[in-house]
């Protein structure tokens, strides 16, 4: 399976923007996913994930309250909805996703095996 995140581009401030994550090759259903952001000169961070059934989503604190996480099955994708967007969102979004047991916290990038290539998302103040 390989997952490709896709949607990134430059909006302003305040603006809302949709990245998309989707899967070629496999079905992304039941697999928890998550999304993480590396911005120019920082490491890797964690932003969001939903698990398989889209019961639960888990945020950052940064994007909590702003960032919404969301899955549709029958079209293999999901998506992270970035309301109220900050110059600090400004960097490379990464999805990832795995299917295989874990009882760790989906925040760690050990939660998943699989990973995509980024899109870029530029916040200009």
């Known amino acids: 399976v390989q997952l490709q995140a896709s949607g990134g581009g430059w909006v302003q401030a305040g603006m809302s923007l949709r990245l998309s994550c989707a899967a070629s090759g496999g079905t992304l259903s039941g697999w928890r996913v998550g999304w993480f952001r590396q911005a120019p000169g920082k490491e890797r961070e964690f932003v969001a994930a939903i698990r398989w059934d889209g019961g639960s989503a888990y945020y950052s604190d940064s994007v909590k309250g702003r960032f919404t996480a969301s899955r549709d099955n029958p079209k293999n994708t999901v998506y992270l909805h970035m309301n109220s967007a900050r110059p600090e969102d400004t960097a490379i979004y990464y999805c990832?996703?795995?299917?295989?047991?874990?009882?760790?916290?989906?925040?760690?990038?050990?939660?998943?095996?699989?990973w995509g290539q980024g899109t870029l998302v530029t916040v200009s103040s």
């Open positions: 990832a996703g795995d299917s295989s047991g874990y009882s760790g916290v989906y925040s760690s990038p050990r939660a998943y095996a699989y």
